[in-house]
Protein backbone atom coordinates (compact mmCIF):
# COMPACT_ATOMS: atom_id res chain seq x y z
CA UNK A 1 0.00 0.00 0.00
CA UNK A 2 1.76 2.22 -1.20
CA UNK A 3 -0.61 1.30 -2.73
CA UNK A 4 -2.86 -1.73 -2.59
CA UNK A 5 -4.65 -3.32 -4.76
CA UNK A 6 -3.05 -1.65 -7.64
CA UNK A 7 -1.56 0.71 -5.61
CA UNK A 8 0.46 2.49 -7.95
CA UNK A 9 2.16 5.33 -5.59
CA UNK A 10 5.78 6.83 -5.60
CA UNK A 11 6.40 9.98 -3.01
CA UNK A 12 6.17 11.86 -2.49
CA UNK A 13 6.30 13.85 -5.65
CA UNK A 14 4.82 17.05 -5.55
CA UNK A 15 1.79 16.96 -3.77
CA UNK A 16 4.37 16.01 -3.89
CA UNK A 17 6.44 12.89 -4.52
CA UNK A 18 4.10 14.34 -1.71
CA UNK A 19 4.45 17.91 -0.24
CA UNK A 20 5.82 16.17 2.69
CA UNK A 21 6.82 19.33 4.24
CA UNK A 22 3.84 21.60 3.56
CA UNK A 23 1.73 19.58 5.85
CA UNK A 24 3.30 21.14 8.98
CA UNK A 25 3.57 19.32 12.55
CA UNK A 26 0.14 20.78 13.65
CA UNK A 27 -1.21 21.09 10.01
CA UNK A 28 -2.00 24.96 10.91
CA UNK A 29 -2.08 26.99 7.71
CA UNK A 30 -0.79 30.64 8.08
CA UNK A 31 -3.86 32.72 7.61
CA UNK A 32 -2.02 35.75 6.32
CA UNK A 33 -1.05 33.91 2.86
CA UNK A 34 -4.63 33.43 2.05
CA UNK A 35 -5.67 36.54 0.00
CA UNK A 36 -9.28 36.89 -1.49
CA UNK A 37 -8.04 35.94 -4.70
CA UNK A 38 -6.74 32.43 -2.81
CA UNK A 39 -10.22 32.10 -1.05
CA UNK A 40 -12.51 32.83 -3.82
CA UNK A 41 -9.74 30.19 -5.83
CA UNK A 42 -11.43 27.18 -3.15
CA UNK A 43 -15.19 28.25 -4.50
CA UNK A 44 -14.29 27.39 -8.14
CA UNK A 45 -15.18 24.11 -9.55
CA UNK A 46 -12.78 21.13 -8.86
CA UNK A 47 -9.81 21.05 -10.83
CA UNK A 48 -9.40 18.82 -13.38
CA UNK A 49 -6.47 17.99 -15.57
CA UNK A 50 -6.10 18.76 -18.90
CA UNK A 51 -7.31 16.46 -22.13
CA UNK A 52 -4.06 14.86 -23.89
CA UNK A 53 -6.22 14.93 -26.95
CA UNK A 54 -5.99 18.71 -26.86
CA UNK A 55 -2.35 18.30 -27.29
CA UNK A 56 -0.52 19.83 -30.73
CA UNK A 57 0.82 17.76 -32.82
CA UNK A 58 4.25 19.18 -32.99
CA UNK A 59 7.91 19.06 -31.11
CA UNK A 60 5.80 20.74 -27.63
CA UNK A 61 3.16 18.16 -28.16
CA UNK A 62 5.20 15.16 -28.47
CA UNK A 63 7.68 16.30 -25.55
CA UNK A 64 5.02 16.46 -23.24
CA UNK A 65 3.21 12.79 -24.62
CA UNK A 66 6.68 11.03 -23.80
CA UNK A 67 6.72 13.21 -20.06
CA UNK A 68 3.62 11.57 -19.56
CA UNK A 69 4.99 7.83 -21.11
CA UNK A 70 8.03 8.27 -18.85
CA UNK A 71 5.92 9.28 -15.58
CA UNK A 72 3.47 6.14 -16.54
CA UNK A 73 6.72 3.94 -17.23
CA UNK A 74 9.43 4.92 -15.29
CA UNK A 75 10.98 1.34 -14.37
CA UNK A 76 11.07 0.69 -18.04
CA UNK A 77 13.26 3.85 -19.57
CA UNK A 78 15.23 3.76 -15.69
CA UNK A 79 14.28 0.34 -13.65
CA UNK A 80 16.74 -3.20 -14.21
CA UNK A 81 16.83 -3.34 -17.79
CA UNK A 82 15.97 0.06 -18.89
CA UNK A 83 15.65 1.49 -21.87
CA UNK A 84 17.66 4.55 -20.90
CA UNK A 85 19.52 3.10 -17.15
CA UNK A 86 18.99 0.66 -15.18
CA UNK A 87 20.24 3.27 -11.72
CA UNK A 88 16.54 2.86 -9.83
CA UNK A 89 14.34 0.46 -8.46
CA UNK A 90 11.89 -0.22 -11.13
CA UNK A 91 8.80 1.43 -9.88
CA UNK A 92 6.36 4.43 -11.93
CA UNK A 93 5.93 7.90 -11.02
CA UNK A 94 2.34 6.96 -11.33
CA UNK A 95 3.00 4.41 -8.48
CA UNK A 96 2.88 7.48 -6.02
CA UNK A 97 1.08 10.18 -8.33
CA UNK A 98 -1.55 8.07 -9.65
CA UNK A 99 -3.06 8.37 -13.05
CA UNK A 100 0.15 9.79 -14.35
CA UNK A 101 -0.36 12.66 -11.47
CA UNK A 102 -4.03 13.60 -12.36
CA UNK A 103 -5.64 12.16 -9.61
CA UNK A 104 -6.60 14.35 -6.97
CA UNK A 105 -6.00 13.53 -3.08
CA UNK A 106 -3.25 11.03 -4.56
CA UNK A 107 -0.24 13.25 -5.01
CA UNK A 108 -1.46 14.98 -8.21
CA UNK A 109 0.69 17.41 -10.17
CA UNK A 110 -2.06 19.81 -10.50
CA UNK A 111 -0.32 22.67 -8.53
CA UNK A 112 3.34 21.78 -9.54
CA UNK A 113 3.23 24.86 -11.90
CA UNK A 114 1.57 26.85 -9.83
CA UNK A 115 4.08 26.95 -6.89
CA UNK A 116 7.53 26.06 -8.29
CA UNK A 117 9.93 27.21 -7.69
CA UNK A 118 9.23 26.95 -4.17
CA UNK A 119 11.23 27.08 -0.90
CA UNK A 120 11.49 23.73 1.07
CA UNK A 121 12.29 23.41 4.64
CA UNK A 122 13.64 19.73 3.80
CA UNK A 123 16.84 21.07 1.53
CA UNK A 124 16.58 25.12 3.21
CA UNK A 125 16.68 26.25 -0.20
CA UNK A 126 14.27 27.42 -3.07
CA UNK A 127 13.75 24.52 -4.99
CA UNK A 128 13.41 24.10 -9.03
CA UNK A 129 11.22 21.47 -10.24
CA UNK A 130 14.44 19.68 -11.56
CA UNK A 131 15.62 19.36 -8.28
CA UNK A 132 11.96 17.95 -7.14
CA UNK A 133 12.15 15.52 -9.83
CA UNK A 134 15.38 13.78 -8.65
CA UNK A 135 14.88 14.02 -5.28
CA UNK A 136 12.19 11.41 -5.98
CA UNK A 137 14.52 9.65 -8.21
CA UNK A 138 16.69 9.53 -5.35
CA UNK A 139 14.39 8.68 -2.53
CA UNK A 140 11.34 6.95 -4.22
CA UNK A 141 13.01 5.67 -6.76
CA UNK A 142 16.22 4.55 -4.43
CA UNK A 143 17.86 5.35 -7.80
CA UNK A 144 20.07 7.94 -9.38
CA UNK A 145 19.62 11.47 -10.54
CA UNK A 146 18.48 12.40 -14.10
CA UNK A 147 20.64 14.76 -16.38
CA UNK A 148 19.05 17.95 -15.53
CA UNK A 149 19.63 18.88 -19.07
CA UNK A 150 18.32 15.44 -21.43
CA UNK A 151 15.51 14.82 -23.36
CA UNK A 152 13.74 13.01 -20.52
CA UNK A 153 14.32 15.65 -17.90
CA UNK A 154 12.86 18.37 -20.10
CA UNK A 155 10.24 15.64 -21.38
CA UNK A 156 8.84 15.21 -17.70
CA UNK A 157 8.94 18.72 -16.55
CA UNK A 158 6.83 19.55 -19.79
CA UNK A 159 4.33 17.13 -19.30
CA UNK A 160 4.09 18.10 -15.35
CA UNK A 161 4.09 21.78 -15.74
CA UNK A 162 1.45 20.87 -18.46
CA UNK A 163 -0.78 18.85 -16.26
CA UNK A 164 -1.20 22.03 -13.69
CA UNK A 165 -1.23 24.83 -16.60
CA UNK A 166 -4.80 26.26 -15.62
CA UNK A 167 -4.17 27.03 -12.53
CA UNK A 168 -3.43 30.60 -11.08
CA UNK A 169 -0.04 30.96 -9.87
CA UNK A 170 0.66 30.78 -6.18
CA UNK A 171 -2.60 28.31 -5.59
CA UNK A 172 -2.98 24.77 -4.55
CA UNK A 173 -6.27 23.37 -6.25
CA UNK A 174 -7.99 21.46 -3.00
CA UNK A 175 -7.02 18.00 -3.02
CA UNK A 176 -3.91 18.64 -4.72
CA UNK A 177 -1.95 16.50 -1.60
CA UNK A 178 -2.98 13.76 0.20
CA UNK A 179 -5.64 13.93 2.87
CA UNK A 180 -4.58 15.01 6.73
CA UNK A 181 -6.73 12.39 8.70
CA UNK A 182 -6.86 12.82 12.23
CA UNK A 183 -4.11 11.49 14.31
CA UNK A 184 -4.92 8.45 16.48
CA UNK A 185 -5.22 8.51 20.20
CA UNK A 186 -2.87 5.81 20.37
CA UNK A 187 0.93 4.56 18.17
CA UNK A 188 -0.23 3.09 15.15
CA UNK A 189 0.16 0.09 15.32
CA UNK A 190 1.97 -2.51 12.98
CA UNK A 191 0.52 -5.75 13.92
CA UNK A 192 -3.05 -3.99 13.54
CA UNK A 193 -1.37 -3.33 10.45
CA UNK A 194 -0.44 -6.65 9.37
CA UNK A 195 -4.11 -8.12 9.60
CA UNK A 196 -5.40 -5.37 7.75
CA UNK A 197 -3.18 -5.74 5.20
CA UNK A 198 -4.05 -9.25 4.20
CA UNK A 199 -7.43 -8.18 4.09
CA UNK A 200 -7.17 -5.07 1.97
CA UNK A 201 -3.47 -5.13 0.38
CA UNK A 202 -2.28 -8.69 -0.71
CA UNK A 203 -3.98 -9.32 -3.68
CA UNK A 204 -2.26 -6.92 -5.54
CA UNK A 205 0.97 -6.36 -3.14
CA UNK A 206 1.63 -10.14 -2.17
CA UNK A 207 1.69 -11.82 1.40
CA UNK A 208 5.72 -10.83 1.04
CA UNK A 209 4.98 -7.13 -0.18
CA UNK A 210 6.85 -7.41 -3.48
CA UNK A 211 4.29 -6.71 -5.58
CA UNK A 212 3.64 -8.20 -9.20
CA UNK A 213 5.87 -7.93 -12.29
CA UNK A 214 4.76 -7.44 -15.78
CA UNK A 215 5.17 -10.00 -18.33
CA UNK A 216 8.32 -8.10 -18.74
CA UNK A 217 9.80 -9.46 -15.21
CA UNK A 218 11.16 -6.19 -15.13
CA UNK A 219 8.90 -3.67 -14.24
CA UNK A 220 5.98 -3.64 -12.09
CA UNK A 221 2.29 -4.27 -12.21
CA UNK A 222 1.65 -3.82 -9.16
CA UNK A 223 4.63 -2.42 -6.92
CA UNK A 224 6.43 -3.83 -4.06
CA UNK A 225 5.59 -2.30 -0.14
CA UNK A 226 8.37 -3.38 1.02
CA UNK A 227 11.96 -4.99 0.02
CA UNK A 228 14.61 -4.11 -2.22
CA UNK A 229 13.06 -2.24 -4.84
CA UNK A 230 10.64 -0.35 -2.76
CA UNK A 231 11.15 3.13 -2.07
CA UNK A 232 14.13 4.27 0.73
CA UNK A 233 13.57 5.48 3.90
CA UNK A 234 14.43 8.80 2.84
CA UNK A 235 11.15 8.77 0.87
CA UNK A 236 8.10 11.00 1.73
CA UNK A 237 5.98 7.57 1.60
CA UNK A 238 8.57 6.70 5.09
CA UNK A 239 6.28 9.23 6.89
CA UNK A 240 3.21 7.46 8.13
CA UNK A 241 0.98 10.71 7.66
CA UNK A 242 1.79 11.03 4.11
CA UNK A 243 1.41 6.86 3.73
CA UNK A 244 -1.81 7.06 5.43
CA UNK A 245 -3.27 9.60 3.99
CA UNK A 246 -2.45 8.26 0.36
CA UNK A 247 -4.07 4.86 1.23
CA UNK A 248 -6.57 6.18 3.07
CA UNK A 249 -8.32 7.94 -0.42
CA UNK A 250 -6.73 5.78 -2.64
CA UNK A 251 -6.75 1.90 -1.39
CA UNK A 252 -7.55 -0.97 -2.49
CA UNK A 253 -7.29 1.28 -6.17
CA UNK A 254 -10.11 2.03 -8.13
CA UNK A 255 -11.94 0.62 -5.44
CA UNK A 256 -11.89 3.53 -2.98
CA UNK A 257 -11.83 7.26 -3.22
CA UNK A 258 -11.24 10.42 -1.84
CA UNK A 259 -15.42 10.68 -0.93
CA UNK A 260 -16.27 6.60 -0.48
CA UNK A 261 -12.98 5.21 1.50
CA UNK A 262 -12.72 1.45 1.70
CA UNK A 263 -10.29 1.96 4.47
CA UNK A 264 -11.00 3.64 8.24
CA UNK A 265 -8.87 6.14 9.52
CA UNK A 266 -7.36 3.31 12.29
CA UNK A 267 -6.73 0.70 9.42
CA UNK A 268 -5.13 3.42 7.11
CA UNK A 269 -1.92 4.45 10.06
CA UNK A 270 -1.94 0.55 10.86
CA UNK A 271 -1.34 -0.35 7.37
CA UNK A 272 0.87 2.36 6.80
CA UNK A 273 2.66 1.55 10.16
CA UNK A 274 3.22 -2.17 9.37
CA UNK A 275 4.25 -1.51 5.78
CA UNK A 276 7.10 0.57 6.97
CA UNK A 277 8.36 -1.54 10.00
CA UNK A 278 9.32 -3.83 6.87
CA UNK A 279 12.55 -3.98 5.58
CA UNK A 280 13.36 -1.26 2.77
CA UNK A 281 16.52 0.19 1.52
CA UNK A 282 18.10 2.84 4.46
CA UNK A 283 19.59 5.85 2.82
CA UNK A 284 20.60 9.01 4.26
CA UNK A 285 20.81 12.87 3.03
CA UNK A 286 23.48 14.78 6.03
CA UNK A 287 21.80 17.93 4.66
CA UNK A 288 18.41 17.58 5.02
CA UNK A 289 16.11 19.67 7.70
CA UNK A 290 19.16 22.38 8.09
CA UNK A 291 16.69 23.50 10.35
CA UNK A 292 15.59 20.82 12.91
CA UNK A 293 12.33 22.67 14.09
CA UNK A 294 10.91 22.35 10.42
CA UNK A 295 10.60 19.12 10.61
CA UNK A 296 7.36 17.38 10.41
CA UNK A 297 6.28 15.82 13.43
CA UNK A 298 6.32 12.05 11.63
CA UNK A 299 9.76 12.63 10.08
CA UNK A 300 11.33 9.66 12.10
CA UNK A 301 14.97 10.66 12.15
CA UNK A 302 17.17 12.11 15.14
CA UNK A 303 17.87 15.07 15.43
CA UNK A 304 14.83 16.43 16.90
CA UNK A 305 13.64 20.22 18.19
CA UNK A 306 11.91 18.06 21.05
CA UNK A 307 12.31 15.49 23.74
CA UNK A 308 10.60 12.70 21.79
CA UNK A 309 12.43 9.39 20.65
CA UNK A 310 12.69 8.39 17.65
CA UNK A 311 10.01 5.74 17.65
CA UNK A 312 7.75 8.15 18.50
CA UNK A 313 8.14 10.22 15.69
CA UNK A 314 7.79 7.32 13.34
CA UNK A 315 4.67 5.67 14.72
CA UNK A 316 3.06 8.20 17.15
CA UNK A 317 1.21 9.05 19.55
CA UNK A 318 1.01 12.06 17.33
CA UNK A 319 -1.43 14.39 19.01
CA UNK A 320 1.33 14.68 22.06
CA UNK A 321 3.94 16.22 19.97
CA UNK A 322 1.53 18.26 17.95
CA UNK A 323 0.36 19.77 21.15
CA UNK A 324 4.41 19.96 22.47
CA UNK A 325 5.26 22.41 18.96
CA UNK A 326 2.07 24.38 19.63
CA UNK A 327 3.58 25.76 23.14
Known amino acids: MMIPCGIIISSAFFSGCNNEED ?10 QWTAEKLAYLFEAEWKAPDTSTLPHDDYGNLVRYGRKLIENTGAFFGPGGKISSNANGMNC ?23 PKFRARSGTVEHLEKRINDCMERSMNGGKIDSLSQE ?58 GKLNEDNHTFLYP ?4 PRSYNTAAGMYRLSRFAGYIKSNMPNLASNHDKPVLTDEEAWDIAAFVNSMPRPEKKFEEDWPDISKKPLDHPFWPFSDKFSEVQHKYGPFKVIADAHKK
Do not use: F
Open 224 to 227: PMWG
Open 94 to 116: QNCHLDAGTRLYANSYSAVHSIY
Open 23 to 32: QTQTGAKDSS
Open 153 to 210: MRAMMAYINWVGKDVKKGVSPKGAAVEDIPYLDRAADPALGKVAYEKHCVTCHGNDGQ
